[in-house]
Nanobody
């Protein structure tokens, strides 16, 4: 399974960005899709996750500003980021979790996309 993330960039505080991450490959059943981020000098943290039934979970710091969604037909996850703040600056990584045909759990990470919020 390969993940291709896109949509990062430079935006002013209060602006918006939309990240997308498309999964490709066969023989893998996707359960959860999510976004993590890592700022310089900090640990990678969960931003948002959406599971196959549609349930979502967000970090407290992004609740009310970010929205995660997924297109199951396209195996793609999106992160709509509104009201961006400088502290949202980080490299954003998508992660996909699921099972292979032997029902072994597997996790895959995207390559990361830079989000910079600055004037």
């Amino acid at each position: 399974v390969q993940l291709q993330a896109s949509g990062g960039g430079l935006v002013q505080p209060g602006g918006s960005l939309r990240l997308s991450c498309a999964a490709s490959g066969s023989g893998f059943s996707i359960n959860a899709m999510g976004w993590f981020r890592q700022a310089p000098g900090k640990q990678r943290e969960l931003v948002a996750i959406i599971i196959s039934g549609g349930s979502t979970n967000y970090a407290d710091s992004v609740k009310g500003r970010f929205t995660i969604s997924r297109d199951n037909a396209m195996d793609t996850v999106y992160l709509q980021m509104d009201s961006l703040k400088p502290e949202d600056t980080a490299v954003y990584y998508c992660k996909v979790s699921g099972w292979n045909p032997l029902m072994s759990p597997m996790n895959f990470w995207g390559q990361g996309t830079q989000v910079t919020v600055s004037r």
